[in-house]
């Protein structure tokens, strides 16, 4: 009766690796498969890790491939709006944390937007009549491999597995992930970095990052944090299973020069985020010292001007419109930094301007900010007029 045990014994520690072994291979799925390749085309996997990911992903998640792809393509669509299927911003972090795995069931009943959004994913003979049909036997052949595998440990495990995508993903990526953490860039949306390491999640700690530049295989951005998902990806690569399409542009600086040119503009763009974050740090010096006069070293007007110097005006939430006017009147040099700033927004908002106006506006930016008397900003304009991508 030695069987009911299981055909493989280990002690206790063993089966804690195990467990975590067997969902880490889940997590790398999800990110690499499902998330980076399928849903944003940031690269192209090789027939046999994709398959791979796609059968792991039946077994151990019951997941179908067009729905995920389809839900989370909404959620950037449609991101901390009524429409988003999973803000907290809307819906309340207790919400979207405790019951992600509801709101992500509940949003695949929605087949509109499931059609809209889930276009371009797998649509073979195994997907049509295995995966997609029969998309919830997979985990319980799952659960039989661990009891035969492990013995009664075996359903403990495969418990772990059923719960390691909804709290992990569903749960703590969608909702931490849009609640709390440090933020790179001021995007558009409420998007944070739970952490500099990305390894528990597969790198989706990373998720302010990729909110910033969607397309991307690569999360991580400064050279202080660790995407696990990137290294993996960079291994299938070198074996000749992958192919990266695209990773988020990179402000590079060349040789200065005294008349603008497309590429400095390309290069403005493409990294507009980049820009906004590197003008708020660069001018730090100069609001510090201003705000100092103004309110003897407040921490927290530093901070919120910090990041009022990374937004556009839009983006400025209406309840602190008021307080930044009432400093911008008070001091001319705070007035001309923040208007600058606002100013650069012109260049990336594709407006009607032609390419050759933008150019001759950037020009004229450069021209001010190098006669403002502002050191900062003349060294920031120099920084721009040696832009180039990498």
Not at 177 to 193: I, K, P, S, W
Not at 338 to 349: I, K, N, V
Request: charged share 25%; glycine share 8%.
């Amino acid at each position: 009766m030695e069987w009911i045990n299981g055909l493989i014994d280990l002690p206790w520690w063993g089966y804690v690796l195990v467990a975590l072994g067997l969902t880490h291979i889940t997590i790398a799925s999800v990110t690499i498969f499902l998330h980076r390749s399928q849903t944003h085309r940031g690269l192209d996997l090789h027939p046999i890790p994709s398959h791979f990911f796609r059968f792991w992903l039946w077994l151990t998640t019951g997941m179908v491939t067009k729905e995920w792809v389809a839900i989370h393509r909404k959620h950037h669509a449609r991101c901390e709006t009524e429409d988003d299927p999973h803000s907290p911003q809307v819906l309340g972090i207790k919400k979207v944390l405790w019951q992600g795995a509801e709101l992500y069931r509940a949003a695949c009943k929605d087949r509109e937007s499931i059609e809209k959004f889930g276009r371009g994913t797998p649509d073979d003979w195994l997907e049509r009549n295995i995966y997609t049909r029969h998309s919830g036997k997979g985990i319980f052949i799952m659960m039989a491999i661990d009891l035969a595998l492990f013995g009664p440990i075996g359903l403990t495990i495969w418990a772990v597995q059923m719960v390691w995508i909804p709290f992990w993903a569903a749960g703590v990526v969608n909702g931490l992930g849009h609640y709390v953490g440090y933020r790179n860039f001021e995007n558009e949306d409420a998007a944070t970095n739970l952490f500099p390491w990305g390894i528990i999640i597969g790198g989706e700690e990373l998720h302010n990052n990729h909110h910033t530049f969607g397309t991307s295989a690569k999360f991580s951005y400064k050279w202080y944090e660790f995407d696990i998902g990137w290294g993996y990806i960079r291994i299938l690569e070198t074996l000749g299973l992958a192919k990266v399409l695209r990773v988020a542009p990179k402000l590079q600086e060349g040789e200065a020069r005294p008349h603008l040119e497309v590429e400095q503009l390309q290069a403005i763009v493409a990294n507009r985020y980049a820009v906004a974050a590197r003008y708020a740090r660069e001018l730090k010096a100069v609001y510090h010292a201003e705000l100092d006069k103004l309110t003897a070293g407040d921490g927290k007007l530093a901070k919120k001007m910090k990041v009022w110097l990374k937004q556009d005006a839009k983006d400025t939430p209406e309840t602190e419109r008021a307080e930044l006017s009432a400093l911008l009147a008070q001091s001319p040099t705070l007035a001309t930094v923040y208007t600058m700033r606002q100013e650069l927004t012109r260049l990336w908002e594709r407006s009607t301007l032609t390419r050759d106006e933008l150019l001759k506006e950037l020009q004229d930016w450069c021209a001010r900010a190098e006669a403002s008397g502002i050191e900062a900003l003349q060294r920031f304009s120099m920084q721009l007029r040696r832009a180039a991508l990498a």
